[in-house]
């Protein structure tokens, strides 16, 4: 079934069409719930059915007006979970994302109405849970659409998708004002998530236990065979039997250290994150693969020259080779991938070490809006820290405050002027700025091989 159609059978003529244009069974009331303690006091919060299969989660500041308030539509990182959506994963997201309350903002975010990979659903489903908001507790003032991690890449593609919209008088301009993207996987399907399987192929040249010489064998694209019973946990112990890599150092045998240094030279990932790389490479490489794409392969390393190991031409000798399916590719690419076809302010951060997303990915965003003609609405700042959930708080109004002063006064931010700003919510949030307004990221090609 092709991507753009999981949006669920019922909807599939419109996953991926103009917001004016959605039909969607409509979402319920909202009801109130208790906040979470993480939100200060006097805010209110409620959930509602979103009518798809998710739900919607909505927090208020004491004394919120829509006259004079921000709204911050929120969409949230993932897709780890490729099961149903649970509505404890939008709660989890208001505790992570106070900091958006204490501001003084609205909030309203959505689960999605399913796990897994779906950058187009996702993206209809933040805009589903704005106009929730709007329905049901009025019009606000301003609206910002913020992006963290895989959600960033959601509303990278929401802020084209929604970029316009249908009026009396022709096409104005969509709903929203702003938007923030933080720590994001950015650039689009076809391009992120390539050195995940440059991991499968390196890991298994080196480890050959993923899978096992007596299991069943499949081409590392697929992720897992989808009867495989495979769990995490059982796949972590692999990994350690392998590398070591959940020991100390001095506790890992000679061969383990050396396995080691392979996989994370060659890849350039910290040893940290080894595990939960090969999670994702394993189960949304299951999920994207064979449940969203008909089992076709998007990712092609048939080219790649890996380097970092101590026997480099053996290594490019022995690797697993896979030529992308060009139809894979382009539905990927429909569902995933940004034009650079913005219309209004863009900023972001990331940290310069992340783990997770790397920060080179900012630069294969940034090349796409500068080829489409909007360079001057993409700002994007940087952090000294190594970190990608979650960054210095007070970093987070200051970008929220920086973003707002653009739209209003249109006075664009720099990245020095946001790390000044940044300096005057030290004390209220009571974190260090770690702010690096020199600092740009460098081009994608220098960390994962081009194909």
């Known amino acids: 079934m092709p991507i753009r159609s999981l949006a669920g059978l019922a909807l599939a003529a419109f996953a991926c069409l103009p917001s004016h244009t959605l039909a969607a069974p409509g979402p319920g009331d909202p009801t109130p719930r208790a906040c979470p303690t993480e939100v200060p006091a006097g805010a209110r919060c409620f959930t509602a059915d979103d009518g798809l299969g998710g739900f919607f989660w909505t927090a208020l500041p004491a004394g919120w007006k829509p006259a004079t308030g921000v709204l911050v539509v929120h969409a949230h990182g993932g897709p780890a979970d490729t099961g149903p959506a649970r509505i404890e994963r ?122 096992k010489v007596d299991e069943p064998q499949y081409p590392l694209w697929q992720g897992l065979p989808m009867n495989a019973r495979l769990t995490r946990a059982e796949l972590a112990a692999r990994v350690d039997e392998c590398t070591g890599v959940r020991k100390p150092a001095a506790q890992r045998t000679d061969r383990q250290k050396a396995n080691l240094a392979t996989i994370v030279n060659a890849i350039r990932i910290p040893e940290r994150s080894l595990i939960a790389h090969l999670n994702w490479a394993t189960w949304l490489f299951r999920d994207l693969t064979q449940l969203r794409l008909d089992g076709r392969n998007p990712f092609d390393n048939m080219r790649v020259r890996y380097q970092g190991s101590a026997d480099d031409a053996a290594l490019n000798a022995g690797v697993q080779r896979y030529a992308a399916d060009p139809a894979a590719v382009a539905e990927l690419a429909r569902d995933s991938d940004p034009q650079g076809r913005i219309n209004v302010p863009v900023l972001a951060l990331h940290a310069v070490n992340d783990p997770t997303a790397f920060v080179e990915l900012e630069s294969a965003y940034r090349e796409i809006v500068e080829r489409a003609g909007n360079g001057a609405l993409l700002v994007q700042t940087y952090s000294d820290e190594s970190e990608h959930s979650y960054l210095s708080e007070p970093q987070y109004p200051a970008l929220f405050t920086a973003l707002l002063n653009w739209i209003d006064r249109k006075d664009k931010p720099t990245p020095q002027r946001v790390a000044a700003l940044c300096k005057c919510y030290e004390a209220a949030y009571g974190e260090a700025c770690k702010l690096l307004p020199d600092y740009k990221s460098p081009p994608l090609s220098s960390r994962v091989a081009p194909r």
């Open 90 to 211: 939008g709660e989890q997201d208001l505790k992570r994302w106070a900091i958006t309350v204490k501001a003084g903002y609205a909030w309203v975010a959505a689960t999605y109405r399913r796990g897994g990979f779906g950058v187009s659903m996702a993206a209809e489903d933040s805009e589903r849970a704005r106009r929730h908001f709007v329905q049901h507790f009025g019009v606000p003032r301003r609206t910002l659409l913020h992006g963290q991690s895989y959600g960033a890449g959601v509303a990278s593609k929401a802020a084209e998708l929604y970029a316009t919209v249908s009026g009396p008088s022709g096409p104005t301009r969509g709903p929203y004002d702003g938007v923030l993207l933080t720590s994001g996987v950015l650039g689009g399907g076809t391009r992120a998530y390539d050195f995940r399987l440059d991991l499968r192929v390196v890991y298994q040249y080196v480890c050959q236990n993923h899978p």
